[in-house]
């Protein structure tokens, strides 16, 4: 079996009502840029298709983190989650990066708050 067909038995997509959230263009258009040099050209519609996919896998995702909520009876989706979600679906090799990242990012959130703290208290 081909794994485009593995992966469509594997995933129960639902679909509600009204058109799926997409991401904005200038975001997606940002991402792109920041990964090539900046004289780089990108081709009309590669935009669109990146907001595709990227909404696609997000998808994938949210419902794999869906799933192991049911499963545990809890209502919250958390970062471990995510994580968990990501090696779940095959994509183990970039775990370690996004840990990283979100200790980073709490790190830095925390710093922020203790900074808007301590400038409220002056």
Do not use: W
């Not at 991402?31 to 990227?54: F, M, Q, T, W």
């Not at 809890?74 to 979600?85: C, F, G, P």
């Not at 779940?88 to 710093?111: M, S």
């Amino acid at each position: 079996m081909p794994p485009e067909d593995v992966l469509n038995d594997a995933v129960e997509i639902v679909v509600g009502p009204g058109p799926e959230p997409l991401l904005p263009l200038p975001t997606i258009g940002r991402n792109i840029r920041s990964c090539l040099p900046p004289h780089a050209k990108v081709a009309c519609g590669v935009k669109d298709g990146v907001r595709e996919y990227v909404t696609e896998f997000l998808g994938f995702l949210t419902s794999e983190c869906s799933d192991r909520m049911r499963r545990q009876n809890r209502k919250t989706i958390t970062a471990q989650d995510v994580l968990l979600s990501v090696e779940a679906v095959g994509f183990a090799g970039f775990v370690p990066d996004l840990r990283r990242h979100d200790n980073e990012t709490r790190l830095k959130r925390a710093h922020d708050l203790r900074k808007a703290r301590a400038s409220s208290c002056t």
